[in-house]
């Protein structure tokens, strides 16, 4: 969905509310950032060796 799309669907207001909810958000520290990207980037602790072989048996 692109920039517009969502202007058109959520209208000025609510995303200027969102924006605001945002800016109330404390910063994330670091190590949780760290580790949120790690999570996300290999879930269930898997390697990329791992994916990859998994991906190749799987085809």
Do not use: K, N, Y
């Not at 058109?8 to 520290?29: F, K, Y």
């Amino acid at each position: 969905m692109t920039r517009d799309e969502r202007r058109r669907l959520l209208g000025d207001s609510v995303i200027e509310a969102i924006h605001a909810r945002v800016a109330e958000a404390p910063e994330l520290p670091e190590d949780a950032l760290a580790e949120v990207r790690r999570i996300l980037t290999r879930p269930a602790g898997r390697t990329a060796a791992v994916e990859a072989t998994e991906e190749q048996t799987a085809a």
